[in-house]
C-alpha cells in the first residue's frame, strides 16, 4: 500500500517536472518556434474560445460605441438648448443696445436678476446697478419693449425694482394719439390670482373718450415718473366697472417681466425729457421688417404659383400630343366633334373646305363650310333657274300651240 | 461513472467560458482570472500530477492567445495546479475566507511567475504590476471564486478518501 502510494507520489512528481521542464522549454524558443505552435493550437482547441472572445469583445466594443455616441447625442442636446438660449439673450441684448444708442445718454444698463424663490406672477426684480452708478429712487426701469417698473430701494452697488405687476405700480398713461389719458394699474384679479398671465388696467379714462382693441397706450409724462412716449401695452377690452363716469380698459402689456434678463435705468437727468421718437423709431423699424419679410413671402408664394401654372401647361401640351394615339370616343372635347364637318361627302365641298382652310382658326373653317354649302344650294338654285327659264322657253311654244 | 469528475469538468468548462466572454466584457485593469479559479476547483479534486497537467493545458491556451511569452503561463499554471493538489487538505477545509485567502494566493503566484518569467515589465513598472495590480486583480479573483464557490457548492461535495 505504502509502495503504491510512493509510486503514485513520484509519478505525480515526475508529471509536474515533466510540465515544468516542458513549459520551460516552450519558454525559450525562438519565436520563429513558438508562432506555429501557438498557432496550430488558435486553429485546433482554443478556436471556439477565441471566437467567443471576439464576440464579447464584439459586445463590449458596441457597448462602448452605444454609450460614447448617446454621450455625444447629450451633448448636442444641451449645445442645442443653450443655443436657443444664447440667441434669445443675443436678441435681446442687441436690442437693449439699440435703445442704448437711441436715448445716446441718461441711462443705466443693469442686469435683471430674478428671485430665487419661484413667483407664479414676477413683482420685482433685484438690478445689479445702484446709487454708485446714478440710479435713485423711482427711476423708470424700461426695456426695448417698453416700461418694465420703477426703482424702489437703491444701494450704492444693487437696486430692487417694482415691476408693473406689483400692487403698487401706478403710471400716468395715454393713448397714442394723445386724446385719452388714465392711469394705468396692474390687473390684480388674475395677474396675482396665480394664472400667470400679466395684464393691466388703464383706469379714469373720460367716459367721452372710446379707445378701440388694439390702441397702444404709452405714458404720457405728468405724474413725473415716467418721461412720455415709452410703452405700456395695447387695449385688449374694455371692463365693466360700477363707475359712470370714466371708462377702464384692460391691456396687455407690451413686456413680459418673466423674460425680462437686462434693463435700462433712466436717470433722473433723462426722465423729463419726453421720448417720443426712441420707440416710435422701433416701431417703425419693426413695421419695415415685418414689411420686408412679407414681401419676401409674396414672392416666393408669386414663384410657387408660376412653377404650378407652368406644370399644368406642360401637362395640357402633354396631354394634346398624345390624342391622336387615343381613342376618339372617350374624349368630350371639341376636336373630335369638328373631325366630320372637315370631311364632307362630295368632293366639290372639300375642295372649297380646302380652299377654306388657309384661315386661322377652326370654328371660322367650319362657319365657312356651312357657308359653301349655302353658296352650293345658292348655285343649284341658279342651275333649276336657268333650267327653268330654258324649260319656259320651251315652254311657250307648246303652250302658244295648245292655245293655239 | 464518475460524476464527481463529470462535475468538476462540467464547473470547469462553464469557468474557461466565462474567462473568455465576461472578462472582456468587464475590460477592467485588474480583473477577474476564471482560469485560475477553474485550475483552483479542478486541481482539489485530482492528484497532483494530473493537476499540473490540467495547469499547463490551461496555461497553453492562455499562451497561445499571448504567443510573446509562450511558456510563461502553462509554467504558472502548472506550479499552481501541482501546490493547489498538495495542499488539499488545506482546501478541504468548508470555510469561504480560507477559499478565498488560497485563491488570492494561487492567482498572485501565478501572476508573479508569469511576469518574471515572461520578461515583460522591468524595474518600478515590474514593481508596481507585482504589488499593485497582481494583488488586485488577485482580490478580486479571490471573491469571484468565493461567490462561485458558494453559488455552486451544493454540485462541489467533495469526499474525502
Request: a positive charge; glycine letters at 8%; aromatic letters at 6%.
Amino acid at each position: 500500500m505504502a509502495r503504491a502510494t510512493r509510486l503514485s507520489s513520484r509519478i505525480d512528481f515526475l508529471l509536474f517536472i515533466g510540465c515544468v521542464i516542458i513549459a520551460l522549454v516552450t519558454l525559450v524558443l525562438p519565436l520563429q518556434m513558438r508562432e506555429p505552435l501557438a498557432e496550430v493550437l488558435r486553429r485546433s482547441v482554443v478556436a471556439p474560445l477565441v471566437n467567443l472572445q471576439s464576440n464579447a469583445e464584439r459586445w463590449h466594443t458596441a457597448w462602448q460605441l452605444s454609450e460614447e455616441r448617446t454621450a455625444r447625442l447629450d451633448s448636442a442636446v444641451m449645445r442645442g438648448f443653450n443655443a436657443v438660449a444664447l440667441q434669445s439673450e443675443n436678441d435681446q441684448l442687441r436690442k437693449l443696445l439699440g435703445l442704448g444708442a437711441r436715448l445716446r445718454t441718461g441711462f443705466v444698463p443693469a442686469e435683471a436678476v430674478h428671485n430665487a424663490v419661484r413667483e407664479d406672477v414676477v413683482t420685482t426684480l433685484t438690478l445689479t446697478a445702484g446709487t454708485r452708478s446714478g440710479i435713485k429712487v423711482y427711476s423708470p426701469v424700461v426695456s426695448p419693449e417698453g416700461v418694465v417698473g420703477l426703482v424702489q430701494t437703491a444701494d450704492p452697488s444693487i437696486s430692487i425694482a417694482i415691476l408693473f405687476s406689483h400692487p403698487d405700480f401706478r403710471a400716468s398713461a395715454m393713448s397714442g394719439d394723445g386724446t385719452s389719458f388714465g392711469i394705468v394699474y396692474p390687473h390684480l384679479q388674475q395677474g396675482l390670482g396665480g394664472t400667470g398671465e400679466y395684464l393691466l388696467e388703464l383706469r379714469g379714462v373720460p367716459f367721452r373718450t372710446t379707445l378701440s382693441a388694439g390702441t397702444m397706450i404709452y405714458t404720457s409724462g405728468l405724474g413725473g415718473t415716467f418721461p412720455r412716449g415709452i410703452p405700456i401695452g395695447v387695449v385688449l377690452k374694455e371692463m365693466k366697472t360700477a363707475e359712470g363716469w370714466t371708462r377702464t380698459y384692460l391691456l396687455q402689456p407690451s413686456v413680459n417681466p418673466a423674460k425680462v434678463n437686462a434693463v435700462m435705468v433712466l436717470t433722473p437727468q433723462r426722465s423729463p425729457q419726453r421720448m417720443d421718437n426712441v420707440w416710435q423709431m422701433v416701431a417703425r423699424v419693426d413695421s419695415a421688417t415685418h414689411g420686408v419679410a412679407n414681401a419676401g413671402d409674396s414672392l416666393a408664394r408669386h414663384a410657387v404659383a408660376d412653377s404650378v401654372r407652368r406644370a399644368a401647361a406642360d401637362s395640357a401640351q402633354r396631354a394634346a400630343a398624345a390624342k391622336p394615339t387615343t381613342p376618339a370616343p372617350t374624349r368630350v372635347d371639341s376636336t373630335p366633334r369638328r373631325a366630320p364637318v372637315v370631311a364632307p361627302a362630295d368632293t366639290a365641298a372639300r375642295r372649297r373646305v380646302i380652299t377654306d382652310s388657309a384661315r386661322p382658326v377652326r370654328p371660322a373653317r367650319r362657319d365657312t363650310v356651312r357657308r359653301d354649302t349655302v353658296r352650293r344650294d345658292s348655285t343649284r338654285r341658279d342651275s333649276v333657274r336657268r333650267d327653268t327659264s330654258v324649260r319656259r322657253d320651251t315652254t311657250r311654244p307648246d303652250t302658244t300651240t295648245r292655245r293655239r | 461513472m464518475n460524476w464527481n469528475a463529470v462535475r468538476t469538468a462540467i464547473i470547469c468548462a462553464i469557468l474557461i467560458v466565462l474567462h473568455y466572454t465576461v472578462r472582456p466584457l468587464l475590460a477592467w485593469n485588474a480583473s477577474i482570472d476564471f482560469l485560475i479559479i477553474a485550475l483552483m476547483f479542478g486541481a482539489v479534486r485530482m492528484r497532483p500530477g494530473l493537476a499540473a497537467l490540467f495547469g499547463f493545458a490551461l496555461g497553453l491556451v492562455s499562451d497561445s492567445l499571448s504567443p510573446g511569452a509562450f511558456g510563461a503561463a502553462a509554467l504558472g499554471m502548472s506550479i499552481v495546479g501541482f501546490g493547489a493538489s498538495w495542499l488539499k487538505a488545506v482546501f478541504f477545509a468548508d470555510n469561504l475566507a480560507l477559499n478565498g485567502f488560497f485563491i488570492f494566493l494561487g492567482k498572485w503566484t501565478f501572476d508573479l511567475i508569469f511576469v518574471l518569467v515572461g520578461h515583460r515589465m522591468h524595474g518600478a513598472e515590474l514593481f508596481m504590476q507585482i504589488i499593485v495590480w497582481s494583488s488586485l486583480s488577485a482580490a478580486i479573483t479571490a471573491v469571484a471564486g468565493v461567490l462561485a464557490v458558494a453559488l455552486l457548492r451544493p454540485l462541489m461535495e467533495v469526499r474525502t478518501a
